[in-house]
């Protein structure tokens, strides 16, 4: 922008304005009200996820170990010959032939329930297997043994 001006031996003087462009902060501080809240959240799940990630079936790395793998290897086939068989009364049976010792088994009417201990590399686990009336269903969990 020029100013035409004559005061003295100045002649023409130039003046030129400085623009400063300001940030628009309001949006960046909103932004942080939902990353904090969703990293914490994903923090938790992965701390839940971590305490028996083949009952949750993730069994890989950073949830998993190598013992966790071998585990889920062995339920794969326990789940296996459970969905296999037509009778639950077979199942701790067929299991225990497998290598799977069987401490435990409950055969009801509607489902079977076997505490059963698995051999990892770190030693022993143990859980507590389920198979529903179908077959299909098969849920388990890590107790200790």
Known sequence: MRAVTAFGTLGVVQRLALV????????????????VPAV?????????????????????????????????????????IARTLPRLDAVPSAVAAEGVE?????????????????HVPDGTRCRVVSVLVDGVRVNSRRVDC
Do not use: H, K, Q
Request: hydrophobic fraction near 45%; aromatic fraction near 10%.
């Open 20 to 35: 400063v462009r300001r940030i628009d902060r309001g949006r960046g501080r909103y932004r942080w009200l939902l990353v």
């Open 40 to 80: 914490l959240v994903l923090v938790l799940t992965a701390r839940v996820v971590s305490t028996d990630p083949v009952g949750y079936g993730v069994p890989f790395w950073p949830f998993a170990n190598g013992s966790d793998r071998v585990e889920y290897r062995v339920m794969g086939e326990v789940t296996s």
């Open 102 to 118: 069987v401490l435990e088994a409950r055969v009801g009417v509607e489902a079977v329930v076997m505490r059963v201990r698995v």
